[in-house]
């Protein structure tokens, strides 16, 4: 199916020069001067070399159609990560490359979409949002109280995320597992 190039997400599995490929990363690139236009870092299905591509952000690209399955995250390993299909209670295991950076969001039985082709899985995209705890946090600065500040702090995964003012350790929070950002504070 043909869809619009700025319409690609990670982990979207797309047709390009004959190959199959699973997109990685985006980003958007707006030049000062001229059209905007898509930076897509993907990988070939069949081989795992990367690629990189630019496409206007009118152009057209092939998506793939794919059986997407529910399956719950069991345990990850060094290069691994493992999935059970909740319907079929089946094991497999993904390479921890396909996620990316966002791996290290995966919670102990969270439920993630795994995109299969041809039974063969291929790549997994977790939840838009997670809820997770501040274990580090600056204090605040006196007289920075304008609402467009923010502050730098850890998650408890180790990963770091700009949050406003307000927050401090301990406090749960709703994050973006796309881009690491902060969401909101978590409802209690």
């Avoid at 997109?23 to 001229?34: A, F």
């Avoid at 089946?90 to 921890?96: G, I, N, Y």
């Avoid at 396909?98 to 795994?114: A, H, K, P, T």
Wanted: hydrophobic share 40%; glycine share 6%.
């Amino acid at each position: 199916m043909k869809i619009q190039a700025n319409t690609i997400r990670s982990g979207n599995i797309l047709e390009h020069l004959g190959k199959q490929w699973v997109v990685i990363n985006i980003q958007l690139i707006q030049p000062g001067k001229g059209s905007a236009f898509i930076a897509v870092e993907m990988r070939d299905i069949a081989t795992g070399i990367k690629s990189n591509e630019r496409w206007r952000t009118a152009d057209s690209v092939e998506r793939l159609m794919v059986d997407e399955r529910e399956c719950t995250f069991l345990f990850a390993d060094d290069d691994n990560i493992t999935f059970m299909d909740s319907e079929t209670f089946e094991q497999f295991a993904l390479s921890k490359d396909l996620l990316g950076e966002s791996v290290g969001f995966l919670q102990d039985s969270m439920v993630v979409n795994v995109d299969f082709i041809e039974g063969k899985p291929v790549s997994a995209a977790l939840p838009a949002t997670v809820i997770m705890e501040i274990v580090e946090a600056d204090p605040v600065v006196k007289g920075q109280t304008a609402s467009s500040s923010y502050k730098p702090a850890k998650l408890e995964n180790g990963m770091k995320v700009m949050v406003p003012p307000h927050i401090d350790v301990g406090t749960r929070v709703v994050v973006n597992t796309e881009d690491c950002s902060y969401v909101e504070r978590a409802k209690n």
